[in-house]
C-alpha cells in the first residue's frame, strides 16, 4: 500500500487515500483533492541532498611493480567530497586486509601527491601504528575509523592533516597519519593525542617520524621524534 498524498473530503473527513498499485478512483460522491501541505511535510529533504565534507579527498592506490618507478605504481582512482561518496568508495574497494603484500591505499586532500615530495608535504612528517600482530578485523576497523576521523574533521588543527596511509607488508602493516608541518609541535602533539583517543590505542604507543628524516634513513631506522 502507497500513500498518494491525496486527502478526502465530505463524508470521510480526513480519511488518507491509499493504493495498491492502481488508479485511484472516485468514490460515493467523494472530492478528491490534493493536499499540497502533507506531502510537503511527508518529504525529508536530508534525503533530497548529499552531506558535504569539509575538504574534497583523493583515493590513491600503489601496487609494487618492479619494473615501473614508484611515481608509475601509484594511481588516482577515485575523489569524494560528501559523506554518501566516501561510504560509495569505501565499500567499493576491497578492505585493506584482502589486499595483498606490497599494496597501499592512501587517503588525502585534493590536489596533494601522497608522497614526501609533495610541496604540502615536504616540511611535515606522519604519526605512525604498527600492527605487526593485529587481527584483520583490527586492521580495517582502525583504517575505518580513522578515515572517519579524519574527513569528518574530529581533530584540532585539522588543517595541519595532509592524509592517511595504510601499508601492507610482510611482517607487520602500518597505518600513518600525515601531517603538513613538523616544526608545529603543538599542533603535530595534539593531534597524536586525539588520535590515540579516538582510537581508543590505550597502551599501544605511537610515533611521529619528519619526512625529511624517512627520506635519507630506512625502516626501522628513522628516528622518531615524539613516542605517546
Not at 160 to 170: E, K, L, P, S, T
Amino acid at each position: 500500500m502507497v500513500y498518494t498524498g491525496y486527502e478526502t473530503y465530505g463524508p470521510a473527513q480526513n480519511a488518507l487515500m491509499v493504493y495498491g498499485g492502481a488508479d485511484v478512483a472516485e468514490e460515493h460522491g467523494m472530492e478528491l483533492q490534493p493536499s499540497f501541505n502533507r506531502v510537503m511535510r511527508l518529504i525529508d529533504y536530508e534525503l533530497c541532498f548529499k552531506h558535504p565534507l569539509e575538504h574534497n579527498w583523493t583515493l590513491w592506490h600503489w601496487e609494487n611493480d618492479r619494473t615501473k618507478c614508484w611515481t608509475d605504481m601509484l594511481s588516482d582512482v577515485t575523489s569524494f567530497n560528501t559523506v554518501e561518496d566516501f561510504f560509495s568508495v569505501y565499500y567499493f574497494i576491497k578492505p585493506p586486509s584482502d589486499l595483498k603484500i606490497f599494496n597501499d591505499y592512501m587517503v588525502f586532500k585534493e590536489g596533494i601527491r601522497p608522497m614526501w615530495e609533495d610541496e604540502a608535504n615536504k616540511e611535515g612528517g606522519r604519526w605512525i601504528m604498527i600492527l605487526d600482530k593485529a587481527s584483520k578485523s583490527f586492521i580495517d576497523k582502525m583504517w575505518h575509523d580513522l578515515l572517519l576521523c579524519m574527513i569528518g574533521e574530529c581533530f584540532d588543527y585539522s588543517e595541519q592533516i595532509c592524509g592517511v596511509v595504510i601499508n601492507v607488508r610482510n611482517k607487520a602493516n602500518k597505518i600513518s597519519l600525515w601531517t603538513k608541518d613538523s616544526r608545529n609541535q603543538q599542533a603535530v602533539l595534539a593531534i597524536g593525542h586525539k588520535m590515540k583517543e579516538l582510537l581508543q590505542l590505550g597502551d599501544m604507543k605511537i610515533q611521529y617520524q619528519v619526512h625529511k628524516d624517512a627520506m635519507v634513513q630506512h625502516g626501522p631506522n628513522v628516528n622518531a621524534i615524539y613516542v605517546i
